[in-house]
């Protein structure tokens, strides 16, 4: 994400499972991260609030993030962006071995949505919050990866967003109000927050019992289902 994006930090790699040809990274001399986040984040609110509405799932204590399977070990963070475009690839590479280990049980998972790149992220962000009210988040981002367009496309727009409410079986009348007021905004505030508590510079990033899972500069361990695999295979995930 380049620097005109307002990110936060680099992403992984770019796309085509090649490293990214362009290091995107914000440097502000020793300032810390959580400040960072409150720098860039020109949509979100850079305080978090412990009163705030949470989507069914939400868990403080993993980062904000909805939570599948939350009496499993290992606990896997995937913290994401839905409008970053390495977010997609790490998707499309892994995301159907992530649903697996959930419908199997053989690991909590928690997705932090993380939405720094701008008022698409924040959209995308938030209806993954409403989508969630229905049961239905893992739906929601996946169609959202498989219909992602260019950072800052202007696509993700509000009635946009709701545009795709029938396609994915909700209920478009309650995903609407849902969206239209900004229901989750606050909780996406608390993600940022916590991202930064965690040390969380740039996405996707994994986390495996608080251990971020580092990649290569080929990007092996999270763009390819073999270099991936091998690290839950590291935490006994098979």
Known sequence: MASKNNNRGPQRGGRNNQPDP????????????????????????????SNVALPPGAS???GYGIVFN??????????????????KRFEQTNGSKLYELIQQGKAKVVFNTLSFIGDESVVAGMGGGCAADQGKFLEYKKFL????????????TKPYVISMAATLGLDETKFAACLNTDKYRKWLTNVADAGGKANINGT???????????????????????????????????
């Open 22 to 49: 362009i290091t995107r990274w914000i440097v502000i001399g020793m300032v810390s991260l959580v400040v960072i986040i409150g720098a860039v984040f020109t949509i979100v609110s850079n305080k978090s609030s």
């Open 60 to 62: 403080k204590e993993d």
């Open 70 to 87: 939350a009496d499993k070990t290992p606990t896997i963070n995937i913290w994401e962006d839905f409008q970053c475009p390495s977010c």
């Open 145 to 156: 990866y498989d219909n992602q367009q260019e950072e800052h496309s202007g696509t993700w």
């Open 204 to 238: 996707p990033t994994v986390v495996i019992d608080g251990t971020i899972i580092e990649s290569d500069q080929q990007g092996i361990n999270y763009y390819t289902p073999e270099g991936f695999n091998a690290q839950l295979v590291k935490y006994g995930i098979k």
